[in-house]
């Protein structure tokens, strides 16, 4: 952080619960060159990273659904997001993170994944840089269910789709979660599958 147009004043921190979520205080040079004070609440929950696994021969790909308190509480009806596996790094390099991440949600033992891109999210209040990969699977990497951890309480089932109807489902609102419909995306415009 060595940006002379803004000085930090003060952290406050407001929770540690779950993550970390501080009260920042800080002036800011205006393109004027003059100075205001702002206040924002930031939440630090970690770096993290996800990955679209795609089949080039059957034109398919895994998805994940698990219920996300945070989107049934903001309109999303049921609470179940359809996802591309995705989790946060926990103190591991994020290709790290996409193969275990990978093994435990979907079950696929991956050893070669391709970085595409980092992305803020939400850069407004989360501090979170999302690391996205891509990832070719086959049925040999089969190596179990997935369906994530149980001392983490997961809860999540494993979609195999065809890559066509995935990609619809962005169009119909069936997928709404931004890293998937990014992945999906990329996956179109660079013919993956």
Known sequence: MNNPKIKIQKTELLSDNWYILNKVTFDYQKKDDSW???????????????????????????????????????????????????????????????????????GYRLTKVAKIMETYMSPGAVTEILYLFVGEYDESMKVSDGGGVAHEEENIDVMEMNYDEAYAMIESGEIIDAKTIMLLQYAKIKNLV
Do not use: W
């Open 36 to 106: 205001i004070t702002q206040k924002r609440e930031v939440y630090d929950r970690g770096n993290g990273a996800a990955i679209l696994l795609y089949n080039t021969k059957q034109k398919t790909v895994i998805l994940t659904r698990q219920f996300r308190l945070p989107t049934y509480l903001n309109g999303n009806k049921s609470g179940m997001m359809i996802e591309v596996c995705a989790g946060l790094l926990d103190e591991d390099h994020p290709e790290q993170c996409v193969i275990r991440e990978t093994e435990e949600e979907t």
